[in-house]
């Protein structure tokens, strides 16, 4: 199965700072999703996208749907140290059947206290 | 909130041996499925099923099966387990293929 790009591969931040990972895709997508996964656990879903050029927010997370339906962005503000583990973007591919989504190989998110 | 449980979070086995990994959610989704997830490689769908007793393969198929006999319960099995299928395994479930939502996984081990 195809996969999402996503980048960058790992993130070594100071807390406090701001974060910002993205998934671009030749495909059309009609729905992308973020997850985080702590170690040791399954991915738990952060915000979900259906609409072209939608952006949503969850607390310190803000994702959006890229109007081109190719890409989609997760900016996290001011990192805690909570914030550390692996972000997935997965996305849905538009006329795709019903082969569930399509996964980014994931973001490691290291936060430096 | 959304409930999917997995029978075990470790597993060891030896090679050979006939495995069963057990998947239940409580939300009366319709769409189940299982992944795995190695270093590297990210998530790779293993199989799915979108109604009772009905199945589908993912990616990669080879070396497993499924059984869904029940709405709430999809299960995976390894006839003869071996060292490549080491890995942590993910069931998840789903209202539609849009959103899913995960269990905590399953660490096997293959000796």
């Known amino acids: 199965g195809q996969q999402l790009n996503q980048s960058p591969q790992s993130m070594f931040i100071q807390e406090g700072e701001d974060v910002s990972m993205n998934c671009t895709s030749s495909?059309?997508?009609?729905?992308w999703l973020w997850y985080k996964q702590d170690p040791g656990e399954g991915p738990v879903l952060l915000i979900a996208?259906?609409?072209?050029?939608e952006l949503t927010s969850n607390g310190r997370l803000t994702a959006q749907f890229g109007i081109t339906r190719k890409d989609s962005f997760l900016n996290i503000s001011a990192s805690i140290p909570s914030d550390v583990g692996i972000y997935f973007c997965?996305?849905?591919?538009?006329?795709?059947?019903?082969?569930?989504?399509?996964f980014g190989k994931g973001t490691h998110l290291i936060i430096q206290p | 909130d959304v409930k999917v449980t997995q029978s075990s979070r470790y597993l060891v086995k030896r090679t050979g041996e006939k495995v069963f990994l057990e998947c239940v959610q409580d939300m009366d989704h319709e769409n189940m499925f299982w992944y795995r997830q190695d270093p590297g490689l990210g998530l790779r769908l293993i199989y799915f099923s979108y109604d009772v007793k009905m199945k589908e393969k993912g990616d990669i198929p080879e070396g497993y099966s499924v059984s869904r006999e029940k709405k709430e319960r999809f299960s995976l099995i390894l006839e003869s387990a071996s060292t490549n299928q080491t890995s942590m395994y993910l069931c998840?479930?789903?209202?539609?293929?849009?959103?899913?939502?995960f269990g905590p996984g399953t660490r096997l081990l293959v000796l």
């Open positions: 495909s059309i997508f009609n729905t």
């Open positions: 996208l259906y609409k072209a050029g």
């Open positions: 998840a479930s789903s209202t539609s293929v849009q959103t899913q939502y």
């Open positions: 997965a996305g849905r591919r538009a006329g795709g059947g019903a082969d569930g989504l399509t």
